[in-house]
């Protein structure tokens, strides 16, 4: 079916436009309805936006710094210098002790090891372990020989039942006679008291110490709670060996006695150890006759 456009119109008329009736206004856009009181959303606070973000974290920094806290507070108070439990420094057994004066120039000396028949425990004639503190003997006594003198104190240790007169009394008369180091005017000797003591007016000390506290009074020497032993300016007799002697003296304990006063003043007037010279001979005192007498005769005085 063939026909012009002007007749397609014709036949289909174009659908007039709706218009409302009356003018046209514009109208104002109506505001959203209010939200309920309830509704409102707030934002978080600080505290809680972090908790929000780094979740179990949040309140682990808290303990942790806490924690660190405690222990640098605890390092703090236990500190070298105020603690007061293990490590703390221990009083010192006695103010005669290892003071300034006595620190040696030189190695300490002594016997090193013990007799091959050591005293049996349990069978001893003398305090095993006393007291610990040294007290001086009081008393001066005269000058014994010629030459340059030597000035000495006498101390024994507290709690070990020996009489100090009398013990101080034997190193006296042991320095004093002419077979010992003062011999031919090389020195004399005097036994000092408690004031000189106090003012340092000697030239070195013999002390009687048990076996218990033998390494106060010579640490580090290694004599094993049986030997003497010089420390400093301290000669520093065994009260065991005082009481009991060595084996191969036999029981003459009178002589041990006099062989261990010179001995030790020995290495404090600057001698140190002989060997025997041959068997049969006699022993030099600076011999280790506390340990055997390797084939010599016994013999305690420097000059015999």
């Not at 003296?249 to 002589?255: H, L, R």
């Not at 007037?269 to 055997?292: D, E, I, R, S, Y």
Request: proline share 11%.
């Amino acid at each position: 079916m063939g026909g012009s456009p002007a007749d397609v119109r014709r036949v289909y008329p174009r659908p007039a436009t709706q218009r409302p009736a009356g003018p046209l206004v514009a109208r104002p856009a109506l505001p959203p309805p209010p939200r309920p009181r309830g509704a409102v959303r707030r934002r978080p606070g600080r505290v809680r936006r972090f908790v929000l973000r780094y979740g179990w974290r949040a309140y682990a920094i808290p303990l942790l710094t806490i924690a660190t806290i405690a222990v640098l507070l605890e390092l703090a108070l236990t500190s070298p210098g105020t603690q007061g439990g293990v490590g703390a420094a221990a009083p010192a057994v006695s103010t005669s002790v290892l003071t300034d004066e006595s620190v040696p120039t030189a190695p300490a000396e002594g016997d090193a090891g013990p007799s091959p028949v050591p005293q049996v425990v349990g069978q001893e004639t003398y305090v095993e372990k006393g007291d610990g503190p040294l007290s001086v003997v009081d008393g001066t006594s005269e000058v014994y020989g010629s030459g340059p003198l030597q000035r000495f104190i006498v101390e024994v240790e507290d709690g070990i039942d020996v009489d100090g007169a009398g013990f101080a009394a034997a190193v006296e008369s042991t320095l004093g006679d002419p077979r010992s180091w003062g011999n031919g005017g090389r020195m004399s000797f005097q036994r000092v008291g408690a004031a000189e003591a106090g003012a340092g007016e000697f030239d070195f000390k013999v002390s009687l110490v048990s076996p218990g506290h033998m390494e106060t009074y010579c640490p580090g020497v290694g004599t094993g709670g049986y030997t003497s032993c010089r420390y400093a300016d301290r000669a520093v007799i065994n009260l065991a060996r005082w009481a009991t002697a060595v084996p191969d003296y036999q029981g003459d304990i009178a002589t041990y006695r006099l062989y261990v006063v010179n001995h030790e003043v020995g290495h404090v007037l600057g001698n140190g150890h002989k060997p025997c010279p041959g068997p049969g001979q006699t022993a030099p005192v600076m011999q280790q006759q506390t340990l055997g007498l390797q084939g010599c005769v016994k013999n305690p005085w420097p000059y015999p």
